[in-house]
């Protein structure tokens, strides 16, 4: 069962390439399909794993780090096709960077960082706005308006992330 979690998570990293790929290439349907597949495997190994007591330091790392490059490989993509704003690209790349290195920092004091509902929401959040893009063709003041929403979002749980776990 291990395996197959890993498995789930590594798919991500993996079909990243693709996903932009297919983004360059103007074919946002397959792009969308693949990512909504990387969407519910994501939700799937983490209930997979709680349900199963699986739950592993090994995947408490992998998993957001599979999230986070699939997000900002999709979100380059869209940032080189001028779909999204380069600010809002900005908030939601860097805050990702930002908590990928503060969770390393705290890793090296034995602390791990406690995630809490508000990042889980993010992903989510994260996930919907590219599913939206890339298959329900919206009008650009749309993909505007659910991008800077995002881009808010991010800023505003990066900021919880640190009060909740300090330095």
């Excluded at 990928?100 to 889980?120: D, E, I, M, V």
Aim: proline share 2%; with cysteine.
């Amino acid at each position: 069962m291990k395996l197959f979690l890993n498995i789930l998570t590594y798919s991500r990293i993996i079909l990243t390439p693709l996903i932009i790929y297919l983004i360059l290439q103007d074919n946002f349907l397959l792009a969308g399909l693949i990512f909504g597949y990387c969407s519910i495997s994501d939700v799937a190994d983490g209930k997979i794993a709680r349900k199963f007591k699986l739950v592993s330091e090994h995947g408490n790392y992998m998993d957001p780090l599979a999230d986070k490059v699939l997000m900002i490989g999709t979100l380059s993509a869209f940032l080189y096709l001028d779909v999204i704003a380069l600010w809002a690209f900005s908030i939601i790349v860097g805050r990702d960077i930002i908590i990928t290195f503060y969770r390393n920092y705290l890793l090296a004091k034995n602390k791990p960082l406690q995630t809490s509902q508000y990042g889980k929401f993010k992903t989510v959040f994260q996930h919907i706005m590219v599913l939206i893009i890339l298959l329900a063709d919206p009008a650009q003041n749309l993909v505007d308006i659910l991008v800077a929403i995002n881009a808010l979002y991010a800023a505003s749980t990066g900021i919880h992330y640190f009060a909740k776990n300090g330095f």
